[in-house]
């Protein structure tokens, strides 16, 4: 089981800017899905992006699209999420996921990280 770490989470005003940082330790090479997922506090984890390991395929939540990226470093075994255009309603705890594939549904990732708070100002 992968060993997650999640930095990068603040504070930061609507309209700015916010890149978070996955670093995966003891990955599986049968791992190939990287995901971000996102909670607030009385509702269910959402999905926010998640992308392949060994592929360049990408999927994104409707809420994020055209705002935010995701990306991964295979050598560092590293995925970021660079978020723009910020919004309250993005204020959450992210979560960074690893499993077989990359999917959209948070019951395919095995492994979670411990979260990293977002919090966005109007």
């Known amino acids: 089981q992968a060993w997650l770490v999640e930095s990068g989470g603040g504070l930061v005003q609507a309209g700015g800017s916010l890149r978070l940082s996955c670093t995966a330790s003891g990955r599986a090479s049968s791992d190939d899905g990287v995901a971000w997922f996102r909670q607030v506090p009385g509702k269910e984890r959402e999905f926010v992006a998640a992308?392949?390991?060994?592929?360049?395929?990408?999927y994104y939540g409707d809420s994020v699209k055209g705002r935010f990226t995701i990306s991964r470093d295979n050598v560092k075994n590293t995925a970021d999420l660079s978020m723009s255009s910020l919004k309250p309603e993005d204020t959450a705890l992210y979560y960074c996921?690893?499993?077989?594939?990359?999917?959209?549904?948070?019951?395919?990732?095995?492994?979670w990280g411990q979260g990293t708070q977002v919090t966005v100002s109007s």
């Open positions: 992308i392949s390991w060994r592929g360049p395929w990408t």
């Open positions: 996921a690893v499993g077989p594939s990359a999917s959209i549904y948070a019951r395919y990732y095995r492994s």
